[in-house]
């Protein structure tokens, strides 16, 4: 009784209440989802060694050229939509930049293309060489 008492007396700070809480629940949800094509430079190179993933560089000339991952396929991202052609889209592909925020427009890109072969490095090329694992040099 107490509870219907007070949402009665504070009709405003109830309907915030409820705005919140859809707020945060369709927020997890949308992370949740998104969560499902970031892969971990773990799984990446488990990916790479199992399935013989691509890996698409989107970043520019002079960063790939300072280093990464062996065999990546050079797509800068403003070219991205005019060279899919060039991925065999019968094998998965990890989309890398430095730390896998700009990824996500290659993804928006090429998404209908590749369908569930197409992954997004977590933490870009930065994650990858925090685990140590191989770069190389152009």
Not at 16 to 26: C, K, Q, R
Not at 44 to 63: P, W
Not at 116 to 124: A, I, T
Request: with cysteine; charged share 25%; proline share 4%.
């Amino acid at each position: 009784m107490e509870m219907i008492d007070f949402v009665i007396r504070h009709p405003v700070l109830f309907s915030l209440a409820g705005v919140l809480l859809v707020i945060i629940l369709v927020s997890e949800i949308r992370r949740k989802s998104a969560t499902q094509f970031y892969v971990s430079p773990i799984k990446a190179t488990a990916m790479i060694n199992r399935s013989e993933a691509q890996i698409v560089d989107i970043r520019d000339k002079n960063a790939f050229n300072q280093g990464h991952i062996i065999d990546a396929l050079h797509i800068p991202l403003s070219e991205i939509s005019k060279q899919k052609n060039l991925l065999d889209n019968d094998r998965p592909a990890i989309i890398v930049c430095d730390r896998g925020q700009i990824s996500m427009s290659a993804y928006n890109q090429l998404k209908d293309t590749m369908r569930e072969n197409l992954f997004v490095l977590e933490g870009g090329l930065n994650a990858w060489k925090e685990a140590e694992l191989p770069v190389v040099k152009s």
